[in-house]
Nanobody, 122 residues
Framework: QVYLVESGGGLVQAGGSLRLSCAAS????????MGWYRQAPGTQRELVAT???????NYADSVKGRFTISRDNAKNTVYLQMNSLRPEDAAVYYC????????????????WGQGTLVTVSS
């Protein structure tokens, strides 16, 4: 079994910072693209940022210059450093990962974390 565990959400004032973490665990052969998505009430889930296993990053225009995605390949963990948070950044943030793992045979898996709530007060 392969799964993602997120942590780091919470309440922050506008202009503040939070750091999200997501660790992939289980019968993993390799982890490819990892990323963060978010979903605010009444909206569709949207891409925030992704990072490949060679470190190539991609960001939504709305977070460029404020958020930084990074990963520790040795720990199969992805991070999202969120600075200069705005009320419109408030959402449930979901980790996503493309993983080659044993389930029970070697299989390409796309996994989602359980979600972590980020609340930004104005």
């Amino acid at each position: 079994q392969v799964y993602l565990v997120e942590s780091g959400g919470g309440l922050v004032q506008a202009g503040g910072s939070l750091r999200l973490s997501c660790a992939a665990s289980g019968s993993i052969f390799s982890v490819n693209v990892m990323g963060w998505y978010r979903q605010a009430p009444g909206t569709q889930r949207e891409l925030v940022a992704t990072v490949t296993n060679d470190g190539t990053t991609n960001y939504a225009d709305s977070v460029k210059g404020r958020f930084t995605i990074s990963r520790d390949n040795a720990k199969n963990t992805v991070y999202l450093q969120m600075n200069s948070l705005r009320p419109e950044d408030a959402a449930v943030y979901y980790c996503n990962a493309a993983i080659l793992g044993w389930n029970p045979e070697l299989t390409n898996l796309e996994l989602w974390g359980q979600g972590t709530l980020v609340t930004v007060s104005s």
